[in-house]
């Protein structure tokens, strides 16, 4: 049985091909793109039922970038979690499109884990996920909108800065949501506040 569908975009084809393989091997089933065009055309000409997707793609792409696929998607009204691969220079983008509303951004270069916790992170935390306890959804349900969106950000990985350059907050004020926000779901640890966040728990 397969974890999801990761719909995988980028035009470097041995990236692509060895990072196919990566997702193949830890239980994904993957189909890979070398463009968002192509990707686009192949996802409308299919019908998708309930089983949990992902998209992993490059954020700088020749003729359509990952910025301008989110924003296609978003145009279509189609609700993809998606984690961004960039180079190092790419970072400020990358924030852009978690913004915009991304799961995750890795750098490459990332290590294997870090892309598979990443997806099966934006997978757990898809909307209308089903799965989810009664009492999880009602201990999420104390968190204000603000610690709900840095709980995301915190779940995929990103330090304190990042989520403060994400949300246009300070430091001191994301600490503050992050202490609330534990206070409110009784953990005291982040592998206890993860395990919360992806319905482990």
């Given at each position: 049985?397969?974890?999801?569908?990761?719909f995988?975009?980028?035009?470097n084809?041995?990236?692509r091909?060895?990072?196919?393989?990566?997702?193949?091997?830890?239980?994904?089933?993957v189909?890979?793109?070398?463009?968002?065009?192509?990707?686009?055309?192949?996802?409308?000409?299919?019908?998708?039922?309930?089983?949990?997707?992902c998209?992993?793609?490059?954020?700088?792409?020749?003729?359509?970038?990952?910025?301008?696929?989110?924003?296609?998607?978003?145009?279509?009204?189609?609700a993809?979690?998606?984690?961004?691969?960039?180079?190092?220079?790419?970072?400020?983008?990358?924030?852009?499109?978690?913004?915009?509303?991304?799961?995750?951004?890795?750098?490459?270069?990332?290590?294997?884990?870090?892309?598979?916790?990443?997806?099966r992170?934006?997978?757990?935390?898809?909307?209308?996920?089903d799965?989810?306890g009664?009492?999880?959804?009602?201990?999420?349900?104390?968190l204000?909108?603000?610690e709900?969106?840095?709980?995301?950000?915190?779940?995929?990985?990103k330090?304190?800065?990042?989520?403060?350059?994400?949300?246009?907050?300070?430091?001191?004020?994301?600490?503050?949501?992050?202490?609330?926000?534990?206070?409110?779901?009784?953990?005291?640890?982040?592998?206890?506040?993860m395990?919360?966040?992806?319905?482990?728990?």
């Amino acid at each position: 049985m397969t974890e999801a569908r990761v719909f995988l975009v980028d035009d470097n084809d041995a990236f692509r091909d060895s990072t196919a393989w990566l997702l193949e091997t830890a239980g994904f089933a993957v189909q890979a793109y070398a463009s968002g065009g192509a990707f686009l055309d192949a996802y409308l000409a299919e019908r998708h039922g309930g089983e949990p997707l992902c998209l992993v793609s490059d954020i700088r792409m020749p003729q359509m970038s990952g910025l301008q696929l989110q924003e296609e998607l978003k145009r279509r009204g189609i609700a993809l979690p998606i984690v961004f691969v960039t180079a190092h220079g790419d970072v400020p983008l990358a924030v852009e499109a978690m913004r915009k509303g991304a799961s995750n951004f890795l750098e490459k270069p990332f290590g294997d884990e870090a892309l598979v916790q990443a997806i099966r992170a934006a997978v757990a935390a898809r909307p209308g996920r089903d799965g989810r306890g009664a009492g999880q959804s009602e201990r999420l349900g104390k968190l204000s909108p603000r610690e709900r969106q840095v709980l995301d950000l915190v779940v995929a990985s990103k330090p304190n800065k990042v989520i403060a350059d994400i949300l246009g907050i300070s430091i001191k004020t994301v600490e503050l949501h992050r202490a609330n926000m534990m206070g409110k779901l009784g953990v005291r640890s982040l592998p206890e506040l993860m395990k919360v966040a992806l319905g482990h728990d």
